[in-house]
Structure formats: structure tokens, C-alpha cells
């Protein structure tokens, strides 16, 4: 929703009126699926496929208008390539999800990064969930917490929930590949490789063992999907790949650093735990671009043009490097094409030598681009993984109250900082 609740009930019957002028001053332009992106809207069903109706007032749009929501799957334009010569994009903190049923008590303090649901958010093309799994209750959680505990107050679910809903996503989609990089505070012995197995999700394992660790080029997509080692997994602790054949992320990856460093424009350093960008020991590189406080409505504005500039200095610090993996907060939140266009500028380089992926044709030579006109550009059927499904509504009203008590209790605390990533 295109609502705001900062300024209360003003502002509210301000964007009602807004809203009843629009429904009379438009009633003739577009409606009912029939607005490009970028077209004035009212409705949530007013805009065409892939598109939303939102806003963003942080760059100083005053009313609402179509916005993109979905990606386009670079494998459906040009396959066959190696793993990691595409880019995918991730949700940093997939399960921090703003209006999350309650499950482990009352209330819940922490910080939200993304609004929509797991499998909303793999339909709509994310291919990386940045998950943070914990011991509690006996079983493995998603929380968002501190110093290694999960307590009722930063629970979020079951992880088995989520990985649930990254096995009905694989089973129904059998040629596309899902990453999932744990942060891992999980001890209990073979915990991850149970809830895994109880998810039903070994049967996608890609095999660390077949890992290029010396930054070669990973397997093939058509390779990956042939063999079903559609499930990359990574972890953040080292002692889970010999333990349990979970592949240790900082031997395979290399990732910038992520929170405000990390959204200043024309600035890519590699974080601590990474090698350097450009060591091409690994394989792959995520682009961490998020900032160190997550904030629905300035989303909208950090997926414009700083996310264009980032990549341009990412892929430089990394010796032109393209990242592999864009990781995100409010993903489908931008002014426009957001972070969906950049992929597509991204692939589109990689892929083909062309300014964006829909100029990609296959079986033809670097650098040969079809001549992408408004009319052809837009994501329309090579999608195959299903429809933007309706159901995401933006709502920045509840976090904007949630936000103000973490402020509220936090404020005075440098505990703060412990939740950011
Ligand atoms: C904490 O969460 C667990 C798991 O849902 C629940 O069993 C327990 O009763 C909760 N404790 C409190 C004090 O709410
Ligand atoms: C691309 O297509 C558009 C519309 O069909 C046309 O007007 C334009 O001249 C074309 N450009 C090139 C370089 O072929």
C-alpha cells in the first residue's frame, strides 16, 4: 500500500482523498491489469503482470504508481552456462518478515528485512535466502537475535517451515536452483543435516565435494538441474563441512561488506570474513547491499540509482567480476525497475555482452543484441516460475509501529548494532 502511518490520521484521509480524486480524475486512463509500469495507480489490481501498485515518497513521488515486483530468470533466455556466470538475486534475512504470525510469544523485537512470504518471495524470483538458524525450543529456529541465542522475544518460526517452502518451490519448479546461506548458530550435533532431511530437501543437495574450490567455473545450470543438485547450501561455521558435508560459504564465496559502508555509492570492500574481492579463489561473489538499519519506506530509494553505482564499483573491486548474488532488504520496494532492472542489466552484461538480459538471444554470437523496444522488454511469459500472486501487500503501516518500539528500546543501547545482520 502506497499508505503511511507516520503522520496518523491526517495523512491517512489525505491519501483517501488522494485516492477518491485519482479513482475520478483517471477513471479513463488505466485499471484492472491494464497499467504499464511507471502508470498512475489506485488499486493493487490495477497494475499489469509483474508490476504492483506502490510508491515511493522518499524520492518524491506523491502518489502511487506501477512498480516492478517480479524477476526475469536469466536461464530461461540463455541456458547451459556455468552456475556462476549468472546473477541471482537473494533476500537478506528471508524470514524477517514484517507481520510474521507470533509463534513463540506475545511480541517480537527486532528488525524487519523483507514483507512477503518465502514462497511469495522464490515466485517472484529470488533464488537466495539468507537464513539465520539457531538452537531453541528443542528444534532449529529462524531468529533474529544476538550473541548466538534465540530468545521468544527474536523468534520467528520453525526452519523447517521455511526449508518446507523451499522443497514445494524445487518440486514444482524442477529446473530452477535455490542457494541458502545460512548464518549458523546451530550446535547440536547434525541438527542441520535433520532438519534438512525432514524438509525433504537431500534430494537437491548439491555435493560439497563437487564444489570448484580454486575459482573454477561451477558446473553448468543444465549440469545442476540434470544431476537435481538444485540446492546450494552454505554455512557460516567451518566445522559443518567436514561434520556434516555443509559447505563451509567462506571457501566458496567471496561477499563485500554489507550494512551502511555497503551503500555508499563507488564503495565495495570485501567484509572480514572474506577473502579479498578480487583473490579469484572463489567462485562466487555476493554483493551485500543493504543498510545497517532496515527501513520499508527507504527502500524505494536505495534500490535506484546507488544500487547501479554499486554494482559498478562491486564489479571493479572484484576485477570485473560480475556478483553472482545481489542481497537485498524490501526487495520488490524501488522507483521503478529497481533491483529486478539492475539484474537484468547485470545478466544481460554477463550473459551476452547486450545492456540488459531481454536483449539476450540464444545460439548467436557475444555482443549480438536483439533490439529491445518498451513493447518487448517487460517480463512477461519466459517466466516460469509462476505469476506475481497478489497476495504481497506492502505494509508499511504495521512496520512503521514496530520500528518506533525497537527504536523506543533500543535507543539507549549499543545492543542495537547486534541485530543489524
Ligand atoms: C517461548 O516460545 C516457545 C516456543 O513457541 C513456547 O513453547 C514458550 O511457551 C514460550 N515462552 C514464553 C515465556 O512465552
Ligand atoms: C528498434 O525497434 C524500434 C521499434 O520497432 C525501431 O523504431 C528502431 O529503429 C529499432 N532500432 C534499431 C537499432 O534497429
Known amino acids: 500500500m502506497w499508505r503511511r502511518s507516520a503522520n496518523g490520521y491526517l495523512i491517512l484521509l489525505l491519501s483517501h482523498l488522494a485516492v477518491h480524486c485519482l479513482l475520478i480524475t483517471y477513471s479513463t486512463a488505466c485499471s484492472n491489469g491494464n497499467c504499464q509500469l511507471l502508470d498512475s495507480c489506485a488499486l493493487a489490481g490495477d497494475c499489469g503482470a509483474a508490476l504492483y501498485c506502490g510508491n515511493c515518497p522518499e524520492l518524491g513521488k506523491t502518489q502511487p504508481f506501477c512498480i516492478r515486483g517480479q524477476a526475469i530468470e536469466p536461464t530461461s533466455l540463455i541456458s547451459g552456462l556455468p552456475f556462476n556466470k549468472y546473477t541471482w538475486l537473494v533476500t537478506h534475512n528471508a524470514f524477517s518478515i514484517v507481520n510474521a504470525p507470533l509463534l513463540s510469544g506475545p511480541q517480537r523485537i527486532t528488525f524487519y528485512n523483507q514483507e512477503d512470504i518465502v514462497t511469495n518471495q522464490l515466485r517472484n524470483g529470488v533464488r537466495g535466502l539468507m537464513l539465520d538458524m539457531y538452537d531453541f525450543e528443542n528444534d532449529i529456529w529462524l531468529c533474529h537475535s544476538f550473541r548466538g541465542q534465540c530468545y521468544n522475544f527474536t523468534a520467528f518460526e520453525p526452519a523447517i517451515n521455511t526449508l518446507k517452502e523451499v522443497e514445494s518451490f524445487l518440486s514444482a519448479n524442477p529446473t530452477e536452483i535455490v542457494t541458502i546461506i545460512i548464518e549458523d548458530y546451530v550446535h547440536s550435533p547434525k541438527g542441520l543435516t535433520r532438519v534438512f532431511a525432514d524438509a525433504g530437501l537431500d534430494k537437491y543437495w548439491f555435493p560439497v565435494s563437487k564444489m570448484p574450490r580454486k575459482g573454477d567455473d561451477w558446473p553448468t545450470v543444465n549440469d545442476m538441474v540434470k544431476k537435481?543438485?538444485?540446492?546450494?547450501?552454505?554455512?557460516?561455521?567451518?566445522?559443518?563441512?567436514?561434520?556434516?558435508?555443509?559447505?563451509?560459504?567462506?571457501?566458496?564465496?567471496?561477499?563485500?561488506?554489507?550494512?551502511?559502508?555497503?551503500?555508499?555509492?563507488?564503495?565495495?570492500?570485501?567484509?572480514?570474513?572474506?577473502?579479498?574481492?578480487?583473490?579469484?579463489?572463489?567462485?562466487?561473489?555476493?554483493?551485500?547491499?543493504?543498510?545497517?538499519?532496515?527501513?520499508?519506506?527507504?527502500?524505494?530509494?536505495?534500490?535506484?540509482?546507488?544500487?547501479?553505482?554499486?554494482?559498478?564499483?562491486?564489479?571493479?573491486?572484484?576485477?570485473?567480476?560480475?556478483?553472482?548474488?545481489?542481497?537485498?532488504?524490501?526487495?520488490?520496494?524501488?522507483?521503478?525497475?529497481g533491483v529486478f532492472d539492475v539484474l537484468d542489466q547485470m545478466n544481460g552484461q554477463t550473459l551476452?555482452?547486450?545492456?540488459?538480459?531481454?536483449?539476450?538471444?540464444?545460439?548467436?554470437?557475444?555482443?549480438?543484441?536483439?533490439?529491445?523496444?518498451?513493447?518487448?522488454?517487460?517480463?512477461?511469459?519466459?517466466?516460469?516460475?509462476?505469476?506475481?500472486?497478489?497476495?504481497?501487500?506492502?505494509?508499511?503501516?504495521?512496520?512503521?509501529?514496530?520500528?518506533?518500539?525497537?527504536?523506543?528500546?533500543?535507543?539507549?543501547?549499543?545492543?542495537?548494532?547486534?541485530?543489524?545482520?
Open 352 to 421: 551476452c555482452g547486450c545492456p540488459m538480459v531481454t536483449a539476450c538471444q540464444a545460439g548467436v554470437h557475444f555482443g549480438v543484441c536483439r533490439n529491445v523496444t518498451a513493447a518487448n522488454a517487460a517480463p512477461t511469459a519466459t517466466n516460469t516460475a509462476g505469476m506475481f500472486s497478489g497476495s504481497v501487500q506492502l505494509t508499511g503501516h504495521a512496520s512503521a509501529i514496530h520500528f518506533s518500539i525497537i527504536l523506543y528500546l533500543f535507543s539507549l543501547s549499543s545492543v542495537m548494532m547486534l541485530f543489524l545482520l
Open 228 to 337: 537435481n543438485h538444485r540446492l546450494l547450501v552454505f554455512t557460516s561455521d567451518s566445522s559443518k563441512e567436514a561434520a556434516e558435508g555443509i559447505a563451509y560459504q567462506w571457501r566458496y564465496m567471496v561477499e563485500n561488506e554489507p550494512g551502511d559502508p555497503g551503500v555508499v555509492p563507488g564503495s565495495c570492500n570485501s567484509r572480514k570474513e572474506s577473502k579479498p574481492l578480487n583473490s579469484r579463489s572463489a567462485s562466487l561473489f555476493l554483493m551485500n547491499y543493504f543498510p545497517t538499519v532496515a527501513v520499508q519506506n527507504g527502500a524505494c530509494k536505495e534500490h535506484s540509482t546507488n544500487l547501479v553505482d554499486t554494482v559498478g564499483a562491486c564489479y571493479k573491486a572484484a576485477g570485473n567480476m560480475m556478483p553472482n548474488y545481489v542481497a537485498v532488504n524490501f526487495y520488490m520496494r524501488s522507483d521503478g525497475g
